[in-house]
């Protein structure tokens, strides 16, 4: 398979409505990234797609359904995929979530959340070593958003940078859910930021959300249907100036805009990072 | 806090009528997570049945759904493949009585799916046949490719109702309410990368059955004349063949 490898900066999420455009879109550092679990086919227009994709960009394989965080081991039919996917394409990049979405054998499409335990740490440090064997490389874990007080024993920053610690994982720092999650539960998204373990960090992700039909602004939805807020700028400004410029990705799945929206929205990205690149730490 | 006990009443009150009663769901925010997984499936379900959708609508769909979703939800991440039981399910629908043709509807919409995943194989072209000398025919054994699907309804015009929803063509559409009421059969598959269908007769879709266990083409053709003695099977096998229904017998060759 033809595949192009060039330095990666701020990429989006590629949508079959955008193929054509994301295609043939140009622009120094652009990368697209796609849900695996898409691919997982034995042939056919998709695969033959994402290769004709894979031939022009590099890719990131951003998984949404390990269950890494549950109580059953991954499910192995899935990794074994997941592997396949990773030899073929060779994606730049590969992640997965601190969550869970599969029980009792059923799969429950949603990053669901769970309390951060010393046991918790065990098990998806185990986990990851396992993935990341079967993989062939490292993978970053992204922080979920948050939606309900639970009793963790860790705080997020904290369980990140010690699973990265235990597991040599990498971070992926979701940039939209840490808003999210510090509106619905009541702590300082600066502050989250500012104890993030930078240096583990691989991957941002900058999404839109939006208010609960019900609660209104008191509880905030990782719908990303929608353009990144201010907050959300403000805050990935903040981090990239302390840590420096990382692999930025613009999510968007829903009310999709022309492509020419998600560009602007990346040139912004690119914008900030480059100003952050050019400060000396 | 035992992760075991937390999953538990977490699906419990992910799936309960009522779930303010459970602890976990007082918190607003526990909403978020029972829209998010309900309506994941239900998406899934609506994207993997779009004749279905068209026939039904799209609000008693997604009340259908929601019914199948809470009571089986997706076994695969795989979302591609959600609702390999939603046929059997509308069959068993109460709501769903009067549209006796729903259940085989959603099954085409499942083949679909089926043949758009499937692996990738040679065609075998008719010209390759050719080459293969006459007394050599009756004991080759042709295997349908991996992307073909097919299937015969008895006593329903299904592949005419299924072809006019999943395409949504005006014209097919609008011939619907005066199609004779008989017995039809489909023949997916995929020349191109992009699915395609035409109506197979009871005879051709027999005769796959048959190539598909693995019998030589004769036979295939002793079945398929056994079932249905009218049938013209060198005309057939043309047909079949020049659909594309058919990979290389032998994978490593080049015919």
């Known amino acids: 398979m033809k595949t192009i490898d060039a330095p990666i900066s701020v990429g989006l999420g590629l949508k079959p409505e955008h193929f054509d455009a994301a295609l043939s879109a140009r622009a120094p ?21 994402l290769e004709a994709m894979r031939a ?25 995929r997941l592997a396949a996917l990773v030899r073929r394409f060779e994606p730049a990049l590969m992640s997965e979530h601190l969550a869970w979405s599969r029980a009792g054998g059923r799969y429950l499409p949603d990053l669901l959340p769970a309390p951060r335990s010393d046991a918790l740490l065990r098990r998806v440090a185990d986990r990851l070593d396992a993935v990341q064997n079967a993989l062939g490389r490292q993978v970053a874990i992204e922080n979920p958003s948050h939606y309900l007080r639970l009793p963790h024993a860790w705080d997020e920053a904290g369980f990140l940078r010690e699973l990265a610690r235990r597991s040599g994982c990498a971070l992926l720092l979701d940039i939209n859910n840490v808003h999210v999650s510090a509106r619905n539960l009541g702590f300082d998204a600066g502050d989250y930021l500012d104890r993030f373990p930078a240096q583990a960090v691989a991957e941002i992700h900058l999404a839109g959300h939006t208010p609960d039909p019900v609660h209104g602004e008191a509880l905030l939805v990782d719908s990303h249907d929608a353009p990144v807020a201010e907050a959300v700028w403000a805050l990935y400004r903040r981090f990239v100036e302390r840590a420096g410029p990382r692999p930025t990705l613009i999510e968007r799945d829903d009310r999709l805009p022309p492509f020419g929206e998600l560009m602007a929205e990346r040139d912004r990205a690119a914008s900030i990072a480059a100003q952050a690149a050019a400060v000396p730490a | 806090m035992n992760t075991g006990t937390f999953e538990r009443d977490f699906l419990a009150a992910l799936w309960a009528d009522a779930p303010e009663q459970q602890a976990l769901a007082a918190q607003p925010g526990f909403a978020i997570y029972r829209n998010t997984v309900r309506k994941g499936c239900i998406d899934a379900l609506e994207a993997n049945f779009p004749a279905v959708v068209r026939l039904v609508g799209r609000d008693w769909f997604r009340a259908a759904a929601a019914r199948h979703a809470s009571a089986a939800p997706p076994d695969d991440a795989r979302l591609l493949h959600y609702g390999r039981a939603f046929p059997a399910f509308l069959a ?3 709501p769903a009585a009067g549209l006796p043709w729903l259940p085989a509807v959603a099954m085409l919409d499942r083949l679909w799916t089926e043949s758009h995943a499937a692996a990738d194989a040679p065609v075998l072209s008719p010209a390759a046949l050719a080459r293969i000398a006459p007394e050599d025919l009756q004991a080759l054994h042709l295997p349908p490719h991996p992307a073909a699907r097919w299937h015969w309804f008895d006593g329903a015009p299904i592949h005419s109702i299924w072809s006019a929803n999943r395409s949504g063509d005006a014209q097919a559409l609008a011939a619907l309410p005066d199609l004779p009421w008989r017995g039809e059969g489909t023949l997916l598959l995929r020349p191109a990368q992009a699915v395609t269908w035409q109506p197979l ?4 879709c027999a005769f796959l059955d048959a190539c598909r266990r693995g019998a030589t083409l004769g036979d295939a053709a002793v079945d398929v004349l056994g079932r249905h003695p009218d049938a013209d099977v060198a005309a057939l096998l043309a047909l079949l063949l020049q659909a594309g229904a058919f990979t290389t017998p032998n994978p490593h060759a080049t015919p």
């Open chain 2, 92 to 94: 068993g629908f109460a």
């Open chain 1, 56 to 80: 022009r960009h590099p890719l990131s394989l951003h998984g949404v359904s390990l269950s890494l965080a549950g109580e059953e081991e991954p499910d192995a039919g899935h990794l074994r």
């Open chain 2, 201 to 204: 007769d009871a005879a051709g």
């Open chain 1, 29 to 49: 550092g652009l990368w697209f990234e796609v849900h695996p679990e898409n691919y997982m086919v034995d042939g056919g227009p998709r695969l033959a797609w």
